[in-house]
C-alpha cells in the first residue's frame, strides 16, 4: 500500500499523462495486476499463438484432406456433376480433383501466418483491451471482421498458384470438361475454383484460431508463456 501511495504522489507531481500511465504500470507490477499495455501484449500473444497452431495444423499434408471438419469437397454448384461422373464410372477422375483441391489448400495454409500477423499488429491498444473483457472468441471475431476482405484479396493469388502448382485446377477443369461435354448437359459450369477454395480455406484457419482462443481463456495449461497467464489468469480486470 504504501509504494502505490508514493507512486501516486511521484505522478501528481510530475503531471504528464505519459507519467500517470507509467505509474500505472508500475502500481501493477507492485500490486501483481496486469497493466493495459501488457494486457494488450497478452492478447495479441494469444492471437499470435492461435495463428501459428492453426496454420501448422493446417499446412501438411493432410491437413485439410484427411480432417472432418476442414476438408474440402466439390462446390455445391458441381455436386451434380460429382453425382453424375460417379454414376458413369468415372471415380478416380473426381477423387483426384477432390484431393488436389484439398492440396492446394494445405499449400496455401503457410502463406497465411504473415498477413494474419501483419493485421495483428496493427491492432489497437483499445481494441486488444475491449477483447479481453468480452471473452469467449471476441478477439477472433474482431479479427476476422477487421481483417476478411483485406485477406481474401490477398489470400486469393495464393490459393490460385497452390491449385496451380498442385494441378488441382488441371484436373478439377477436366472434370468439369468431361461433364460440359455431355450431349445432355444444357447449363454448362465454370471451372474456376479458386474464389471458392480461398474461402474456405480462410474460414478454416479462422474456426481454428478460435479454438485456440478459448483454449487459451479457458485452459490454464494453454498459456503457455507468463503474460497469457497473467491477462488470462484473473490479474487483468
Do not use: W
Not at 455431355?182 to 474456426?207: E, G, H, I, M, S
Amino acid at each position: 500500500m504504501k509504494t502505490i501511495f508514493t507512486l501516486l504522489i511521484i505522478s501528481v507531481t510530475l503531471g504528464s499523462c505519459e507519467t500517470l500511465q507509467q505509474v500505472a504500470n508500475a502500481a501493477g507490477a507492485a500490486t501483481g495486476t496486469v497493466s493495459n499495455t501488457e494486457a494488450a501484449a497478452g492478447i495479441k500473444e494469444a492471437l499470435g499463438q492461435g495463428i501459428t497452431k492453426s496454420v501448422l495444423e493446417l499446412n501438411n499434408t493432410d491437413g485439410f484432406f484427411r480432417n472432418e471438419l476442414y476438408k474440402v469437397l466439390l462446390p455445391p454448384e458441381a455436386r451434380k456433376i460429382e453425382n453424375t461422373l460417379r454414376d458413369l464410372g468415372f471415380n478416380s477422375l473426381v477423387d483426384k480433383a477432390i484431393l488436389q483441391i484439398n492440396r492446394g489448400a494445405e499449400d496455401a495454409a503457410g502463406y497465411a501466418k504473415p498477413i494474419f500477423v501483419e493485421a495483428i499488429k496493427n491492432m489497437t491498444l483499445s481494441d486488444a483491451i475491449g477483447l479481453i473483457r468480452n471473452g469467449d472468441t471476441s478477439a477472433t471475431h474482431f479479427f476476422r471482421e477487421k481483417t476478411t476482405l483485406k485477406l481474401l484479396e490477398a489470400f486469393r493469388p495464393v490459393i490460385a498458384a497452390s491449385l496451380q502448382k498442385v494441378d488441382a485446377t488441371k484436373y478439377y477443369g477436366d472434370m468439369v470438361s468431361k461433364y460440359n461435354n455431355f450431349p445432355t448437359t444444357f447449363k454448362k459450369l465454370n471451372p474456376d475454383l479458386t474464389n471458392y477454395v480461398t474461402q474456405k480455406a480462410t474460414d478454416a484457419l479462422f474456426n481454428l484460431i478460435a479454438k485456440e482462443e478459448i483454449n487459451i481463456r479457458t485452459n490454464f495449461a494453454a498459456r503457455t508463456t507468463d503474460i497469457l497467464r497473467r491477462v488470462f489468469g484473473g490479474a487483468y480486470r
